[in-house]
């Protein structure tokens, strides 16, 4: 939609881009459920596992993403649509935030990931932005913003008390880069594109985060920023 009213794309770039996303989703997705199926227990047990229950949130969070492009040709699908994706993503946040209120989750094993779930508020509020939900929207903006920082708490915690991450899991740390990027999306979509002090604050976060991974990027030769982030701050400038 912004490709379309900024530089002027053909709208059948954009719909083929979300036909084809939409389709690896749901193939993924049901490809996933129905292997749940035949192994009773498994979609729980990944959900209790502390280094794989924050990836169970992936596919609402995906799902959400594509939203506000199917309300432009089906708006009211769009919300019952996206009405279950908000649901099912709230019942596995209360999920995983309920195993580490119980102590079921090691600190040790809190990895990268785990701002995908707790940070998805402002992917959220894009989402219900894009269907004109806009005081949802703000409400989105909001549990997000606390999850975020909670989260950050307790992972910069994990990163000074405990070992270093494993080598592979480097690259991951691009995602605190990319949580505030995309936390100023939602708040720039939810107040009309507007500059105010929230925006001043999270660029300030954003440019600090941006100095970190340029450090992490110099001192270890395998760190890469990751997709999201890079894409995530490029267009938290553009807007």
């Given at each position: 939609?912004?490709?379309?009213?900024?530089?002027?794309?053909?709208?059948?770039?954009?719909?083929?881009?979300?036909?084809?996303?939409?389709?690896?989703?749901?193939?993924?997705?049901?490809?996933?459920?129905?292997?749940?199926?035949?192994?009773?227990?498994?979609?729980?047990?990944?959900?209790?596992?502390?280094?794989?229950?924050?990836?169970?949130?992936?596919?609402?969070?995906?799902?959400?993403?594509?939203?506000?492009?199917?309300?432009?040709?089906?708006?009211?699908?769009?919300?019952?649509?996206?009405?279950?994706?908000?649901?099912?993503?709230?019942?596995?946040?209360?999920?995983?935030?309920?195993?580490?209120?119980?102590?079921?989750?090691?600190?040790?094993a809190v990895h990268p990931g785990y701002f995908l779930p707790y940070a998805a508020g402002s992917i959220t509020s894009i989402a219900l932005d894009g269907i004109g939900a806009r005081t949802a929207a703000l409400t989105a903006v909001?549990?997000?913003?606390?999850?975020?920082?909670?989260?950050?708490?307790?992972?910069?915690?994990?990163?000074?008390?405990?070992?270093?991450?494993?080598?592979?899991?480097?690259?991951?740390?691009?995602?605190?880069?990319?949580?505030?990027?995309?936390?100023?999306?939602?708040?720039?979509?939810?107040?009309?594109?507007?500059?105010?002090?929230?925006?001043?604050?999270?660029?300030?976060?954003?440019?600090?985060?941006?100095?970190?991974?340029?450090?992490?990027?110099?001192?270890?030769?395998?760190?890469?920023?990751?997709?999201?982030?890079?894409?995530?701050?490029?267009?938290?400038?553009?807007?």
């Amino acid at each position: 939609m912004e490709a379309q009213a900024v530089a002027g794309a053909p709208a059948w770039a954009g719909d083929t881009a979300y036909t084809g996303a939409a389709v690896a989703w749901l193939i993924l997705t049901v490809a996933h459920l129905a292997q749940g199926l035949r192994r009773p227990g498994m979609l729980g047990a990944d959900l209790r596992n502390p280094v794989t229950g924050p990836l169970t949130a992936y596919p609402p969070v995906v799902g959400m993403l594509m939203v506000p492009h199917l309300g432009l040709y089906a708006h009211t699908a769009a919300e019952w649509i996206c009405g279950v994706f908000v649901a099912t993503l709230m019942l596995l946040v209360a999920a995983m935030l309920t195993n580490l209120f119980r102590g079921d989750v090691p600190l040790a094993a809190v990895h990268p990931g785990y701002f995908l779930p707790y940070a998805a508020g402002s992917i959220t509020s894009i989402a219900l932005d894009g269907i004109g939900a806009r005081t949802a929207a703000l409400t989105a903006v909001g549990a997000g913003l606390f999850l975020w920082v909670v989260l950050s708490a307790l992972f910069f915690t994990r990163l000074a008390t405990q070992e270093a991450l494993p080598a592979a899991a480097t690259p991951l740390l691009s995602v605190l880069l990319a949580s505030p990027a995309i936390a100023g999306i939602a708040w720039f979509a939810a107040h009309e594109n507007r500059i105010d002090p929230i925006i001043d604050a999270l660029a300030g976060v954003i440019l600090l985060l941006i100095l970190v991974q340029v450090s992490l990027f110099r001192f270890d030769g395998h760190h890469r920023c990751g997709g999201q982030a890079a894409s995530a701050v490029s267009y938290s400038a553009v807007r």
